[in-house]
């Protein structure tokens, strides 16, 4: 089986900002849900981007599902959701954004209305369909976003910082939306129990390289390597000594395993 996203010796620079990504392998196989960590500056939007062929890397190759990525040219197999909705969405109103990728894709109109209300449906948002997006509230929008790729049918998405911004009702909505998805998924996030949720895997990144690639429990519960890369062990890693709530430190140990 060919990797989804094969990423070959890739290396990066912007032109005041030597060695952005420095030598990243990486592969993600059909299928697979990771999560992409690291403190902010790592690279990791860089590397989504580059992954897409918005950039070009300075050397290296990137595959998709086996064919090689051209900047430039158009990738139907991957689609990016952005970390802001605002810079996403831009149409009149709900259904004229989320049929905008599928429009230009050439598809006829009952191909493109097909296609609009079965990505609406998937988010639970069809009843949004007349609305302009930016009368919509923020978790809203999330939603919108993920549909409006969702309707270009890529086989790859990539989320960068999915929940930001969102309440606790809208991010839990967004997690039990992202563990149902079928998609091969990519995740750059700061929410960290949101990684442990959703992701199979943990690859973290730091100055531009890839420093831990594995279990996401494993991974992140290792304090020495998270502060060594400027992040904490998600809070349900925590073993709590202190009794919580009256709870003798026994009945307290019992409730952590």
């Excluded at 970390?83 to 004229?96: A, E, I, M, N």
């Excluded at 948002?125 to 930016?134: G, I, K, M, V």
């Excluded at 009702?169 to 442990?196: G, K, P, Y």
Aim: proline share 7%; with cysteine; hydrophobic share 40%.
């Amino acid at each position: 089986m060919k990797p989804a996203l094969w990423i070959s010796q890739s290396t990066f620079s912007y032109p005041d900002h030597p060695n952005v990504l420095q030598s990243i392998d990486l592969q993600i196989m059909p299928g697979e849900r990771v999560g992409l960590i690291g403190p902010n500056g790592a690279g990791k939007t860089t590397l989504f981007l580059l992954a897409c062929g918005v950039l070009r890397s300075d050397t290296g190759e990137i595959l998709l599902f086996g064919e090689p990525v051209l900047p430039g040219d158009f990738h139907p197999e991957i689609g990016m959701v952005f970390q802001h909705p605002d810079d996403q969405l831009f149409c009149p109103s709900v259904w004229d954004d989320v049929a905008f990728g599928p429009q230009n894709l050439g598809l006829s109109k009952a191909e493109v209305a097909s296609r609009v209300e079965t990505a609406l449906s998937l988010v639970g948002t069809l009843e949004l369909a007349s609305r302009p997006p930016h009368h919509l509230s923020g978790g809203e929008k999330r939603m919108i976003s993920i549909a409006g790729v969702l309707a270009m049918q890529p086989r790859l998405i990539i989320y960068d910082e999915p929940s930001a911004n969102l309440d606790i009702r809208s991010r839990r909505r967004l997690i039990s939306f992202l563990q149902a998805s079928r998609e091969t998924i990519l995740i750059a996030s700061h929410d960290l129990e949101l990684v442990l949720e959703v992701c199979e895997r943990v690859v973290l990144l730091d100055e531009g390289r890839i420093v831990a690639d594995g279990d996401p429990r494993e991974t992140m519960g290792d304090v020495a390597l998270m502060e060594a890369h400027g992040l904490e062990r998600p809070h349900s890693l925590v073993y709590h000594a202190e009794p919580h709530h009256g709870c003798s430190g026994e009945a307290a140990a019992k409730r952590e395993i």
